[in-house]
């Protein structure tokens, strides 16, 4: 194991395009990066039965979640060479339109960093115990399921 | 023994967090039996248990004051 502490990933509410424009440009002097690569999941409209999505309300079991995205950066850094890895993910409620979700890597050439943020995607959906509760315009409510 | 269940998710609204008290149980299987019987709507639900953060993928002993979670399908991002 190495030294990295154990991160906090959670927001509350909708993760701000603000804040993802000054997570990019803080890396503007990490000059031994070539390659960015950025997931960002946003919440989508569905219509359920006649029914749309207002947004979703997320939970999770944050301390388990914590420690399996530990692992899973640990995982990550050994297999690409990374320069640096960031993830975010919304608690709590988040409107259709909003992102709910932004994954980060950046590493000197382009694919280590494709790469990893896709696998870091992939990971997180299967693995974190995060629960989304689809929240309709008319107030009813389903659980999603990941595929 | 004394275990501590906590639920989350669709879960969460079947099953209150609370201490249970059940003496004749020692695997996270036998604990299983015993909550489906509790909660029938546990029964028609996918889920898994942790128990005090580990992820149990097979019949686990129990012993007095572990966590349990109950978990269904993750549904992040």
Same mark, same amino acid.
């Given at each position: 194991?190495?030294?990295?502490? *154990?991160?906090?990933i #959670? /927001?509350? !509410?909708?993760?701000?395009? &603000?804040?993802?424009?000054?997570?990019?440009? =803080?890396?503007?002097?990490?000059t031994?990066?070539?390659g960015?690569?950025?997931?960002?999941?946003?919440?989508?409209?569905?219509? *359920?039965?006649?029914? #749309? /999505?207002? !947004?979703?309300?997320?939970? &999770?079991?944050?301390?388990?979640?914590?420690? =399996?995205?530990?692992?899973?950066?640990?995982?990550?850094?050994?297999?690409?060479?990374?320069?640096?890895?960031?993830?975010?993910?919304?608690l709590?409620?988040?409107?259709a !339109?909003?992102?709910?979700?932004?994954?980060?890597?950046?590493?000197?050439?382009?694919?280590?960093?494709?790469?990893?943020?896709?696998?870091?995607?992939?990971?997180?959906?299967?693995?974190?115990?995060?629960?989304?509760?689809?929240i309709?315009?008319?107030?009813?409510?389903?659980?999603?399921?990941?595929? | 023994?004394?275990?501590?269940?906590?639920?989350?998710?669709?879960?969460?609204?079947?099953?209150?967090?609370?201490?249970?008290?059940?003496?004749?149980?020692?695997?996270?299987?036998e604990?299983?039996?015993?909550?489906?019987?509790s909660?029938?709507?546990?029964?028609?639900?996918?889920?898994?248990?942790?128990?005090?953060k580990?992820?149990?993928?097979?019949?686990?002993?129990?012993?007095?004051?572990?966590?349990?979670?109950?978990?269904?399908?993750?549904?992040?991002?």
């Amino acid at each position: 194991m190495s030294d990295r502490k *154990i991160k906090n990933i #959670f /927001v509350s !509410g909708k993760i701000d395009p &603000a804040f993802i424009a000054e997570s990019i440009s =803080k890396h503007s002097t990490k000059t031994a990066i070539g390659g960015h690569s950025i997931f960002m999941g946003q919440v989508r409209r569905d219509e *359920i039965d006649g029914k #749309f /999505v207002a !947004g979703i309300d997320y939970t &999770a079991y944050e301390e388990l979640a914590l420690e =399996k995205m530990h692992q899973i950066r640990e995982d990550i850094f050994e297999k690409y060479p990374l320069s640096c890895l960031h993830v975010h993910h919304s608690l709590g409620t988040v409107l259709a !339109g909003n992102i709910c979700l932004f994954v980060f890597t950046s590493s000197a050439h382009r694919k280590p960093a494709i790469e990893a943020c896709e696998e870091l995607v992939e990971r997180l959906k299967a693995e974190l115990p995060i629960w989304g509760k689809e929240i309709f315009e008319d107030n009813s409510h389903q659980w999603k399921e990941n595929s | 023994m004394e275990l501590e269940i906590i639920s989350f998710g669709k879960i969460a609204e079947v099953i209150n967090n609370q201490r249970i008290d059940v003496s004749g149980l020692s695997t996270t299987d036998e604990l299983k039996a015993y909550l489906e019987k509790s909660f029938p709507l546990l029964s028609e639900m996918k889920y898994k248990l942790a128990v005090n953060k580990n992820i149990i993928q097979e019949n686990h002993d129990l012993k007095n004051n572990d966590i349990i979670a109950i978990m269904p399908p993750f549904s992040g991002g």
